[in-house]
């Protein structure tokens, strides 16, 4: 609105000083006197200034002439779109320059603005696969969907815009949550272009998502090839993908291919967890304990874990505590210090009723690095020494606003997930879950949560001053933490492995 109040102030100016000029002119005496082949003509000063006008004009038409005479002479020597270009050169100014208007539109995030800018330089140019790409991205920045696929499917009838359709089409179906048909065009775009990163991604992301486990070996092969993946990460998640596969064969009851598959996730990538625990107990199955025990101990000494532990226990399920400790000292000692290695070894001491050295195995963890599951390791020391039920109590209350530990974790969204996939769960992120300690992993509890222990305490003492009654009855076999996670005791362990672990529902494991 300003603009053209500004254009209009500016066409009166120019016209009331052409007229003041026109008018000073008329009044200035004298003359100029024009020879032309011994031809005199006398102008006055306004005669002249028209005459001038008038031969600038006619410099301009003749010039415009020789233009066309050019045109003409070259459709003649058989160039049959020189006419057509002499007449459309205004119009392809007029379009280009609304071309242009629509890429700057598109750029400030003006969406209606780029779609009416499209239309006018289709009008000049009768270029739909330039406009039509401009009106698509136009009417996404409008939220108009519905437009913005009608200018993609446009874009698909021509050779040279058909992947930016087909890509158009498929983020549009992503946006929708119509993941089986955008990975139909993911596929096509992958085909068009199979060297284009981000289609890569998005393919092998859709089919991890519908567990098209060898699809996806086959795209992350085609990232490796064209150097969009480092060689170290497409090993990782090589063996992620075969470890999928093993899984799902597993399902279908074929043990032989599972384990098979099994070991070769392992061989791809030795420090997975999930792939060592499948492939030992594919070795186990196979009665090939020593490659087992291998598998195990190479992966424990990248990163120990209680799967782990629990997968090496099953090589001798039959053996007595005793033995189980003296069999699980080749684990052990390969990371002593580790706060995993000294919790396993405190639980096998708990199998094997040794309470002295379970509490030497824990040492200070309970204290100095609290996790719910050395504390409630700790309360079934304290259990299995005879101290008093305020104490064991005291242990359990505290596991309430300890950190669970670590746990399977999102590293794209934080998300806690009780098992290890190969997809995050909430926002379907391949290859995102670790063995961590969550952000989120302490509990907040009121500040009276400090009190239970000794609540707890008086509790119980006066319930056995009222009573006067004869000592309780033995301990029960079982030590429930706060979380009502079961947590094995000595008077009843029918596994050697106890496993004290705080994995309760609603806080999952993690990974490595």
């Known amino acids: ?25 008329m009044q200035t005496d004298g003359s100029v006197v024009v020879s032309i082949a011994n031809v005199e003509f006398t102008l006055g000063p306004l005669q002249l ?11 301009w038409l003749i010039l415009k002439i020789i233009g066309l005479l050019v045109a003409f002479v070259r459709f003649l020597n058989g160039d049959e779109t020189a006419m057509s270009r002499y007449f459309d050169r205004h119009r392809e100014r007029k379009g280009f320059e609304a071309l242009a208007d629509g890429m700057l539109a598109l750029a400030a995030g003006e969406g209606k603005e780029a779609m009416a800018k499209a239309r006018k330089a289709e009008k ?28 993609y499917k446009a874009l698909l009838a021509d050779d040279r815009t058909r992947f930016v359709g087909v890509r158009g089409l498929m983020k549009q179906k992503l946006a929708e949550g119509d993941t089986d048909t955008a990975l139909k065009l993911a596929e096509k775009a992958f085909a068009l272009k199979p060297k284009h990163a981000e289609t890569q991604d998005i393919l092998l992301q859709l089919q991890a998502g519908h567990a098209d486990w060898s699809g996806a070996r086959r795209t992350l092969g085609a990232k490796l090839k064209t150097g969009t993946l480092p060689r170290d990460v497409h090993k990782r998640r090589d063996a992620v993908l075969a ?7 597993l399902d279908d009851g074929k043990s032989i291919e599972a384990r098979e598959a099994a ?21 186990i199955a196979n009665n090939q304990e020593k490659y087992a025990a291998r598998v195990l101990k190479k992966a424990w000494a990248v990163q120990p874990h209680p799967d782990l532990a629990a997968a090496f226990a099953e090589i001798r399920p039959d053996e007595t505590p005793s033995e189980r400790i003296r069999r699980f000292t080749t684990l052990t000692r390969i990371k002593p210090d580790h706060p995993e290695t000294r919790m396993l070894l405190a639980e096998l001491n708990i199998a094997d009723e040794n309470f002295p050295a379970a509490r030497r195995a824990l040492g200070d963890l309970a204290t100095a690095d609290p996790t719910a599951r050395s504390v409630t390791i700790m309360a079934a020391i304290e259990r299995g020494e005879g101290a008093d039920d305020a104490v064991v109590r005291g242990w359990l209350t505290r596991a309430l606003s300890v950190s669970r530990g670590p746990q399977w974790v999102c590293d794209n969204c934080h998300t806690i997930h009780s098992n290890w996939t190969p997809v995050c769960d909430a926002c379907g992120a391949f290859d995102t879950l670790s063995w961590t300690v969550p952000k989120s992993g302490e509990v907040a509890m009121p500040a009276s949560t400090g009190m239970l222990p000794l609540i707890v305490g008086r509790a119980a003492d006066e319930e056995s001053k009222a009573v006067q009654t004869v000592p309780a009855e033995p301990v029960d076999a079982e030590i429930v933490t706060a979380d009502e996670t079961p947590s094995p005791v000595p ?6 492995v106890v496993d004290t672990r705080s994995q309760a529902p609603d806080a999952p494991n993690r990974n490595a």
């Open 1 to 25: 609105m300003l603009w053209s109040l500004i254009k209009i102030v500016l066409f009166i100016a120019i016209v009331a000083g052409l007229t003041l000029l026109a008018g000073n002119l």
């Open 49 to 59: 200034a028209i005459a001038l006008l008038l031969l600038l004009f006619a410099v």
């Open 124 to 151: 000049y140019l009768h270029r739909p696969d330039l406009t039509n790409l401009i009106s698509a991205q136009g009417a996404e920045i409008a939220g108009d969907d519905r437009k913005a696929i009608e200018a």
């Open 243 to 249: 470890l999928s596969e093993a899984r799902d064969v």
């Open 263 to 283: 070991i070769e996730a392992n061989r791809l990538s030795p420090d997975l967890i999930p792939a060592a625990v499948m492939a030992a107990r594919g070795y």
């Open 491 to 496: 008077e009843d362990t029918p596994d050697p």
